[in-house]
């Protein structure tokens, strides 16, 4: 089993790194390395760069109508191997394979969608006054960068991916180093597919080496980075000068916000899964829940006994609600913030240690924790622990739940449950985050403008604006002079 090498994929073939080294891929489920992951340098980038830029003016020039059969022809490829991606998936990431099996799906819907999407596309016109007319050409790029990272690996690289291609830019992209399995094999799937070589160039490795030589590279045109918020201060500080554009889509302490006049069923219920669905590691998890004075005490109890309920455990287990967490540096981490909430005098009202399940003893699991008791400005309350932890405290007014909700630097997501309609569009118009559901979670409708605010990034990514983010708008104003014959 550790045999298996998982090397990059350049210029249409797959390549072992040109210094021939490999870091050790982990399956956290057991703790044990299971393959070897290409661990990439700048000499890989530029290989990959010299691929992609010669590709461009093939590419670039590729009627829409072609772009969307290689590009569909994907999404059916990926489909047609949901299977296999899914365990890969889930090897490497720890989630179980039910919840990969949907996600593999959801990565093909970003190929269909975006392989439709650029059909459509259209720039705007605006005419004026004496026969002059303004219109805007929309040209691809060139050599574009696309940093994903591990929560939803297929998912996340796909949603970035899909639109640069549509667009019809040349792609260097780099997945997350603890989760380049399905990345790997989405190679396969291209060759497959029939996209031209060099068009998608997919380099392993570390950020340091091989994420920065991207963000450094003179040529790179544009940077779509989903990960951290210090790792994208730092690309933006090196991209920023470089005038490149950007796109960051970082992290989040989401707000849950339920009110007393609730569908209380519901809330709960959703709540559960926004709380601890992928082990918590989705950027839009709703991580701080804030539950009105009136129903409080009854909130707590149901959701308690809901989130006591879960199974933890291996993902191949049908009934595993959460499978491991992805790595054993953020096992660590989750641990150490679940021991910061006590010493901040936060109380646990479920969970709050490893688990070992027969047969995975080493692998990195923990049981889905519920604190009560944190201050709001508590650092449990204020950082992003991005695992199966979340916080509860009551509120009693809006002015209240607004405070606490905007008290945080994050401004990704928020979660309002309440059926008093006015309510429902005051608090979504000063919420200040990029996304609100309102008695719902994570409805994803791909046309919608998707980001954060505040340190939760910079730009959007969905429908449109992706490929806007993916295309140099140019006006061209032209006056015509009607009175000539
Ligand atoms: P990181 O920021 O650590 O890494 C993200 C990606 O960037 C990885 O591929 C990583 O490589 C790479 N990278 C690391 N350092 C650099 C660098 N200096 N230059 C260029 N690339 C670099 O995030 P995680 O992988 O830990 O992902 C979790 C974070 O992602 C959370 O904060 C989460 O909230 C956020 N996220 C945000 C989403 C959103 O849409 N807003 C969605 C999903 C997650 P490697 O890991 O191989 O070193």
Redesign the pocket.
Known sequence: MSQLKLNHYIDGAYAAPLKNQYLDNVNPAKGEVYSQVASGTSEDVELAYKAASKAFPAWSTTPAEDKFKILNRIAELIDESNERFAEAESLDQGKPVWLAKNEMKRAAQNFRFFATGQMHFASESHAMEKGTINYTLRKPLGVVAC??????PLY?FSWKIAPALAAGNCVIA?????TPYTANLLGEICTKAGLPAGVLNIVQ????H???A??THEDIKAIS????????K??AS?AAPMFKKLSL????KNPNIVFDDCDLDKAIETSVKSSFLNQG????CGSRILVQKGIYERFKERFVEKVNALNVGPPKNKDSFLGAIVSEP?YKKVLGYIEMAKEEGGQLLTGGMSLHPKGHEKGFYIAPTVIEGLKAKARCNLE?I?GPVVSIMPFETEEEALTIANGADYG?ACTIWTNHLERAHRMANKIQTGIVWINCWLLRDLRTP???TKS??VGR?GGWEALRFFTEPKNVCIQVNLNKP
Do not use: Y
Request: with cysteine; hydrophobic share 40%; net charge negative.
């Open positions: 940093i994903s990272p591990w929560n939803l996340l780099k997945p997350s180093e603890f490795g570390l950020g340091q091989v994420g920065e991207l963000v980075f989903t990960g951290g918020t210090a790792t994208g730092r690309i090196i889509e970082l992290g989040g590691e989705i950027c839009l953020h992003e991005f990704l998707f980001g954060g939760s990034g990514e």
